[in-house]
Antibody, heavy 125, light 107 residues
Framework: EVQLVESGGGLVQPGGSLRLSCAAS????????MNWVRQAPGRGLEWVSY????????YYTDSVKGRFTISRDNAKNSLYLQMNSLRDEDTAMYFC??????????????????WGKGTTVTVSS | DIQMTQSPSSLSASVGDRVTITCRAS??????LNWYQQKPGKAPKLLIY???SLQSGVPSRFSGSGSGTDYTLTISSLQPEDFATYHC?????????FGQGTKLEIK
């Protein structure tokens, strides 16, 4: 079964750090790009970061640039998100999601086809 | 950055109804538009990718259409399990962006 399982969330004070992990199973992790997406309580989804299969390409949303670092260990089938200088507004459920590419005659299309159940991050004093 | 605007924000409908949700991008996204369904306390589930391609295992009552800046998700005949929140997402360029969501409720 294709599965993603996040861990590492918790309660942290503003300015603190957390490292989220996402364990992948049931597919060839090293062949896929990955994403982190978050959802603040009662809010919509917000894409946070992307990493390509070989870690050669990385993107972040502006609000986390310089504070968050995405990484992966293909030997361990794991994705990570190091979160530093946490702010109240980083409070959210954090999901990891597999990035899939559809190579059609009209171009390349990217979408997130497998999601974990999420891990909760609460930033509060 | 590309802004995604969904309408309506919420919708009440009955089992058997035909429902349409709209998503508008702030610039052309060339059909790089995905739709997800999310139930309370659960992860999003992919329904439609590339504007109109049905994800494997998703019932055929779900369909997507559109081009350029305007896209729609249609549910042809609502079933009880379809009451959820629906999100559109552009994957044309990073930062990827989502609409604010449309909550579909039982009338």
């Amino acid at each position: 079964e294709v599965q993603l399982v996040e861990s590492g969330g918790g309660l942290v004070q503003p300015g603190g750090s957390l490292r989220l992990s996402c364990a992948a199973s049931g597919f060839t992790f090293s062949s896929y790009s990955m994403n982190w997406v978050r959802q603040a309580p009662g809010r919509g989804l917000e894409w946070v970061s992307y990493i390509s299969s070989t870690s050669s390409t990385i993107y972040y949303t502006d609000s986390v640039k310089g504070r968050f670092t995405i990484s992966r260990d293909n030997a361990k089938n794991s994705l990570y998100l190091q979160m530093n200088s946490l702010r109240d507004e980083d409070t959210a459920m954090y999901f990891c999601a597999r990035d899939k590419t559809d190579d059609s005659s009209t171009g390349y299309y990217y979408y997130m086809d497998v999601w974990g159940k999420g891990t909760t991050v609460t930033v509060s004093s | 950055d590309i802004q995604m605007t969904q309408s309506p924000s919420s919708l009440s409908a009955s089992v058997g109804d035909r429902v349409t949700i709209t998503c508008r991008a702030s610039q052309s996204i060339s059909s790089c538009l995905n739709w997800y369904q999310q139930k309370p306390g659960k992860a999003p589930k992919l329904l439609i990718y590339a504007a109109s391609s049905l994800q494997s295992g998703v019932p055929s009552r779900f369909s997507g259409s559109g081009s350029g800046t305007d896209y729609t998700l249609t549910i042809s005949s609502l079933q009880p399990e379809d009451f959820a929140t629906y999100h559109c997402q552009q994957s044309y360029i990073t930062p990827y962006s989502f609409g604010q969501g449309t909550k579909l409720e039982i009338k």
